[in-house]
């Protein structure tokens, strides 16, 4: 079933026609059904013309951007332009010791089957298998893009993991260039300060800017590895009241190192049940992502370390019981709620050695050896 719009001439049912593809390659077909649409509804149609927008059935594998054309007189039309893919994630089956726990479809010919069913659709996405062969390089137009692709198959049932997104880099005459991105910014005129500020250090170059009725427009220059993890950064800059867009620019020069996260992680040492004793112990030292009575499994992260270094943590330390008082007889634990993270966040937090373990139920951070090894 493919939905277009006509664009002139007249297609009746049961007629035969051929289909131009996107890689140059022509196929008849024959129109077995035509669908036009009333509000929500599909209504059966004998002929459509011109300026209708239609269902058709009839043909395998339509994609978008192929023409429906007279096979006689064939004029078809230009093809979309489609940016490349600029980032890059490795979509692997979840191996942790949770595996299976949440997920309906877990193995890696179900990622298989659903990653290239998407590309049917969805002509930006670019899937391939790993040399390994237990998973998948997929290639979008930046994080939202693939973001709203693992959140699909979270609610689908489907379990897997991802590791943290790169741009697709390119040689050229010896040199290695990167995508950079135009990026548009709309924010009230007392936060264009900071804006410029975070994306100067995102090696941002500012290139033109307006100011209107205290509304402030302006237009940057950036490495699409600028914009990894800044969307949910902007809107806390901006008290959610900024606006920002982007589209690919261009292929340009390496733009040098940005730096990513500079602390470390806390990481479970052993598989438990967190307790409140323990994660008020820790919360001095860390940003803690977990409340009390989850179930953790070692190399998990359940919090971002103080210092540059990951610090390996128990959870599940409880008070130690004395001939003097009970165990719960002293002060009462006050615990700094967790931190709240979507996954966006989680996307962007991650560092190279770490994966974002995605399930129906829940979204964990995770290293991807355990503590020994590292060790």
Sequence with gaps: ???????????????????????GSVKPVRISKIFGFVGDAQVPMDAAYAGDIIAVAGME?????VTFTDPVNPQPLPLIEIDPPTISMHFIPNDS??????????TSRHLDERLNKETLADVALHVEPLTDGVGFRVSGRGELHLSILIEKMRRESYEFQVTRPHVIMREENGKTIEPYESLTIDVDEQYQGVVIEKLGKLKGVL??????NGMSRMVFKIPTRGLLGYRSEFMTDTRGMGVMNYVFAEWGPHAGE?????????IVMENC?????????LQDRATLFIKPGE????????????????????PAKG?????????GSDEAVILTPPLDMSLEDCISYINDDELVEVTPRIIRLRKQKDAKIRA
């Design 61 to 65: 594998d339509v994609t978008v951007g």
């Design 258 to 266: 940005i730096q990513n996260r500079q602390n470390g992680v806390m």
């Design 97 to 106: 010791p949770f595996a299976g726990q949440d997920g309906k479809f877990v």
């Design 207 to 212: 290139s033109d800017m307006q100011v209107t």
């Design 273 to 281: 049940t967190s307790v409140a004793y323990a994660l008020f112990n």
């Design 295 to 314: 179930d953790l499994y070692k190399g998990q992260i359940i919090g971002e370390n103080c210092r540059p270094a990951d610090l390996v943590v128990n």
């Design 319 to 327: 008070k130690k019981l004395t001939n003097m008082r009970a165990s």
């Design 1 to 23: 079933m493919g939905i277009g719009r006509v664009a002139n001439g007249t297609l009746r049912l049961n007629e035969s026609i051929v289909v131009y593809r996107r890689d």
